[in-house]
């Protein structure tokens, strides 16, 4: 049963290439973008937490940025 | 309508959605990859080569589709004058562009048993190609410029001059004698595929859209975070 699946009639080695191709690609824009992600939200953090007190209450009163620090722990998948 | 595509606006629903999504896609993959590698029966004439379909069908659907989103968002930036809609098109051309590539190197894996070659100058080939290419000059064009106002434009107007390469895509099977086989899934009438097959076909494109909109989330949190990098020097 397993070396039926494993081989497919001697169509094995294209099938299972054509979809580890597909995973791997997944899988390398996933670690990609999850990375440019974690890069710039860092990024964001040092430099709000290098804003003089009066300035980080501006930035307060923005609901994005509220949103980004909210969410910088909950996007990290 | 608009209201709804305010960058602040997608931002507060992205970041709530991206792990259920997440979540949601590795569900929906599972049971899209269990149906076809293992459950969907071989095909009479291709035997198991025709699994490959499962993988490549899905992705050239999901590149054509997101391609014409792309069009139709860049023409949109230049009729409503609404530049908002950049962040959006800018987010989803990197899955398109996967999506071209799995399509273009599945489509070639798969040529090598049926058509006994791995590349054929074929007209549905050709114009595949020519759409990743228009990807990749699409997301060239956001890395070269580094004037934001001039990128939006140069990229908008490769969306639009790419998108005239849709329909060659769509009926070059029916406009030139190909290599590549017709439509075999039609909408108006139909389809020529068993619904054992179909099963597995439209849950891996369930799987692909999900991805795509996964990543669409998180390039466009990763934009309005460097947007916003950039307003924290402007307090």
């Known amino acids: ?77 | 309508m608009f209201k709804l595509l305010k960058p602040g606006k997608i931002f507060e629903i992205s970041s709530k959605l991206t792990k259920y999504i997440f979540i949601l896609f590795i569900i929906v993959l599972s049971i899209g990859l269990t149906e076809a590698l293992i459950l969907s029966p071989e095909d009479y004439k291709q035997s198991h080569s025709v699994r490959i379909m499962y993988v490549h069908v899905p992705a050239a659907w999901m590149a054509l589709g997101i391609f014409s989103v792309l069009a139709f968002l860049s023409l949109s930036i230049f009729i409503f004058k609404n530049k908002n809609f950049f962040l959006i098109s800018k987010s989803l051309a990197p899955s398109g562009f996967i999506f071209s590539i799995i399509a273009l190197v599945t489509g070639s894996i798969w040529g090598k048993p049926t058509w006994g070659t791995w590349w054929a100058w074929d007209a549905r080939i050709t114009s595949m190609l020519i759409l990743a290419l228009f990807y990749l000059i699409y997301l060239l064009s956001w890395k070269v410029i580094e004037n934001k106002d001039r990128a939006i434009k140069i990229s908008s107007l490769i969306a639009i001059i790419g998108a005239i390469n849709i329909p060659i895509i769509k009926f070059s099977v029916n406009w030139w004698n190909t290599l590549h086989q017709g439509q075999s899934i039609k909408i108006l009438s139909d389809s020529t595929i068993h619904s054992s097959m179909l099963l597995p076909l439209f849950i891996m494109t369930a799987a692909f859209a999900l991805f795509s909109l996964l990543i669409f989330l998180m390039k466009f949190n990763t934009e309005m975070i460097r947007i916003k990098n950039k307003g924290l020097d402007r307090l």
């Open chain 1, 1 to 77: 049963m397993i070396n039926e699946i494993i081989s497919m009639k001697g169509y094995g080695l294209y099938v299972w290439s054509s979809f580890f191709f597909t995973l791997a690609s997944f899988f390398s824009l996933y670690l990609l973008t999850k990375l440019e992600l974690l890069k710039e939200q860092k990024k964001y953090i040092l430099k709000f937490g290098s804003l003089s007190e009066e300035k980080i209450e501006i930035a307060k009163d923005q609901k994005i940025n509220k949103e980004i620090l909210l969410n910088n722990s909950i996007t990290k998948i």
